[in-house]
């Protein structure tokens, strides 16, 4: 990114005003100059271009290639350059251009819907700005898409990274199954901490599944995880996703129904389809999940009953201790042996909530199976804790998302 360095200046005076409150600082004293900046918005032609009007015709001007074009306005995926003209944004390149100008005095102002600050200044402080170079990453959220109604509407709250200079380029896709103790989710929760890995440039689409509260049980979540892959691969145009680069991830009972879905995604198991795509994904993440619903000791606050007053018998319909063959069908270590893809486990070593020998048994069950799997367990993390959510396990997922999409 480049920084050009306008000129030497100190803040001498502030003002903001707005519906909220005014603050006045002191006056300018002196008649210091400042440069003041403007930035002029050019495109260079990429390629030879054709121009065309707002309905999409070609007109018989065209455009040489690195021949810089003024753009007047935008329109959807066209630049406007003149009166109805237009140029698509794929076929030309930003650039920016600084037209500085020297005065005695000059205030910089900037205006919003409803705060205008004025700012006077003088002396030997540096004022600097930025070019933009186009490649930022910015994060759309879609609220609320349907993808499957089984007499309960079923939606994804879907996080699309977009670039400037790129608007029409693809991303890998992320499918995150949020906890909720399989009991009604609150799908919203984490949209906000889920932004930080959309911005790595990932589509994160938010699953919603059948829960028990509405009166559906195992396997349930399992087919929903599965339908909701089917929705984004048939969609892939729409939201901008690579359809052969989905992810699986997911939380809590949502780290077992992302295991689950993910494991048996190339069998016929737990599956009825929506469409005719496949539910195969290229990589596993199982943040804290409940992945042994039998396990002595596995769930500390619930005192291990296993009764169907507990979240795992709820998910199961049933008193689990009598049931416990039966229970097994829904405990991802029994199905180490299918063929499914890499899989990252993190896990709080203070979690009590769903005790960490969860993930440890399922890491042990996979690598005596041989399957490639990474395990982290975060010293002192408590169930969902931010730590999950930050910036250095955000990293650790993104680069092993990186790592199975080579494969």
């Known amino acids: 990114m480049k920084i050009n360095k306008i000129a030497n200046l100190t803040l001498s005076a502030v003002m903001l005003l707005s519906g909220a409150g005014f603050y006045e600082g002191n006056e300018a004293t002196n008649s210091s100059t400042v440069i003041a900046a403007t930035n002029k918005k050019e495109v260079v032609a990429s390629r030879k271009a054709n121009v065309y009007t707002l309905k999409g015709q070609k007109v018989s001007k065209t455009i040489k290639k690195g021949q810089k074009i003024s753009i007047i306005g935008t329109k959807g995926k066209y630049y406007k350059i003149g009166k109805n003209s237009y140029i698509k944004k794929s076929s030309v390149k930003m650039v920016t251009k600084h037209n500085n100008k020297s005065t005695k005095n000059t205030p910089i102002s900037t205006t919003g819907n409803n705060t205008k600050s004025v700012i006077s200044l003088k002396g030997n402080d540096t004022l600097t700005h930025y070019d933009m170079d186009g490649n930022e990453v910015n994060v759309t959220y879609i609220p609320n898409v349907p993808y499957e109604n089984y007499g309960k509407q079923l939606t994804l709250q879907i996080l699309e990274p977009n670039e400037f200079n790129h608007p029409n380029k693809t991303y890998p896709c992320v499918m995150f199954v949020k906890g909720s103790h399989w009991a009604k989710q609150d799908v919203y929760k984490n949209v906000a901490s889920l932004s930080r890995l959309a911005s790595k440039g990932y589509v994160v689409a938010i699953v919603q599944y059948r829960d028990y509260d509405a009166g559906f049980h195992f396997p349930a979540p399992i087919i929903d995880a599965k339908n909701a892959v089917r929705f984004m691969k048939a969609n892939a145009n729409k939201y901008h996703v690579q359809k052969d680069n989905i992810i699986m991830m997911g939380g809590s009972s949502g780290g077992q129904v992302a295991t689950m879905a993910g494991m048996t995604a190339k069998t016929n198991k737990f599956d009825q389809p929506i469409n005719k795509e496949n539910p195969h994904v290229k990589g596993i993440i199982d943040i804290y999940g409940a992945v042994d619903l039998n396990m002595k000791g596995g769930f500390p606050t619930t005192g291990d009953s296993h009764d169907i007053h507990t979240p795992e018998g709820s998910e199961m319909g049933f008193d689990i201790p009598s049931h416990k063959e039966e229970t097994e069908k829904a405990n991802s270590k029994n199905y180490v042996n299918e063929d499914f893809p890499p899989m990252l486990i993190a896990h709080g070593t ?58």
């Open 350 to 407: 203070a979690d009590a909530t769903v005790s960490d020998k969860e993930s440890i048994e399922l890491y042990n069950a996979l690598k005596k199976a041989g399957k490639p799997v990474h395990l982290y367990l975060i010293n002192g993390a408590t169930h969902g804790n931010n730590a999950f959510f930050g910036e250095h396990m955000t990293n650790i997922y993104d680069q092993f998302i990186k790592q199975c999409l080579k494969k």
